[in-house]
């Protein structure tokens, strides 16, 4: 819903389909930034990495977009047990795109192992999807925004989260606050598979809800494939005018006093499709003034009353973090069909 299942390549493949990013404090000195994918894994897509994919978390200092750090994950072959080795490197400056970097550390799926420079730490494997979403309400209402109603009474009373009881795959490093590069940051994250020389960049994140609220598929495909192949440089000229009109369009159906300064910030607060991060700062998400993203901040909700002007989205709140790194829930199998399709492949 944040990112889950938001193209055709993503449903194919969900080992290559980025569902959320969160940035937030660690132990004490010390920033988490945890990914997610394979939305619904073990049901709607498998439970692995994909070995033939890089996937890293990518910094730009002064809260800029041109990339100074990248921290690139990558797996090999399941082994008969499913388990899978995980390296972690480091790039700096013009390599940060494509150079090969230094490893940081080596490991398994399931285990947390050092990274070097001390408090470094890293993990990957299965977890609870820490992301909740009314995704069925969310959908009613853009369509009927679509259709020219402003109809809010279609978000219930009652919280409701579509990702109740599934689970996800994710990577987690803890970094200190020193090895990051600046005091004043942007993150995004991004996948590319590695069948073409340079690799092939297949998916990016940055704002948890941007893409469901802004490109609405089947009929944002195109767009969609592009977005995810690009860069955070050129989405403010690329996607202002997309978010500008659907932003004022609710504004005026929703009877606001001006609509047109409502898009404006609307626009202003979620490109570049980046989190702005301030190591050693308390994380609460809020597109365009927050400090990165907490695994227990209600994004969809604040999402939501940002596009709208009021508080209408009402999703269940997200689990905090646990106590210790990776900080996320473990797994909670239960008896649901899947999302989409029918039973993932075993890798």
Excluded at 20 to 25: A, E, G, K, R
Aim: proline share 10%.
């Amino acid at each position: 819903m944040s990112h889950h299942f938001d193209s055709a390549a993503d449903r194919a493949d969900g080992r290559i389909n980025l569902c959320d990013l969160y940035v937030f404090p660690g132990a004490p000195g010390t920033t988490a930034l945890i990914l997610t994918v394979n939305p619904d894994a073990g049901r709607s897509s498998p439970t692995t990495f994909r070995p033939d994919a890089s996937y890293e978390f990518v910094l730009a200092s002064h809260a800029g977009t041109v990339e100074d750090i990248a921290f690139r994950v990558s797996f090999t072959d399941p082994g008969d047990g499913g388990q899978q080795h995980v390296r972690v490197m480091r790039t700096d400056g013009p390599a940060a795109r494509a150079g090969e970097g230094v490893l940081l550390g080596e490991g398994h799926t399931g285990d947390v192992f050092p990274l070097s420079g001390g408090a470094g730490l890293a993990w990957a494997g299965l977890a609870a999807d820490p992301f909740t979403a009314d995704g069925a309400a969310l959908g009613a209402f853009l369509q009927a925004v679509r259709e020219g109603r402003y109809d809010p009474k279609i978000f219930a009373a009652s919280p409701s989260n579509v990702f109740a009881g599934r689970d996800v795959t994710a990577i987690a490093l803890q970094l200190p606050d020193t090895a990051l590069g600046g005091t004043r940051l942007s993150v995004w994250a991004r996948i590319s598979v590695l069948d073409h020389v340079p690799p092939r960049q297949v998916n990016r994140i940055g704002q948890a809800m941007f893409r469901p609220l802004f490109f609405y598929a089947p009929g944002s495909e195109a767009e969609m494939d592009a977005l995810n192949a690009g860069s955070p440089g050129p989405d403010r000229d690329t996607y202002g005018e997309r978010v500008h009109a659907i932003a004022s369009t609710i504004a005026r159906l929703a009877g606001l006093p001006d609509p047109d300064g409502h898009a404006a910030q609307v626009a202003e607060a979620f490109l570049p499709d980046v989190v702005t991060y301030r190591p050693g700062q308390p994380a609460a998400f809020h597109p365009g003034d927050g400090n990165g993203r907490a695994l227990g901040d209600n994004a969809f909700d604040h999402a939501v009353a940002l596009l709208a002007g009021s508080a209408l989205g009402n999703s269940s709140t997200p689990p905090p973090a646990t106590e210790a790194f990776p900080y996320l829930s473990a797994p909670k199998p239960a008896d649901l069909p899947p999302l989409i399709g029918g039973a993932p492949a075993a890798g």
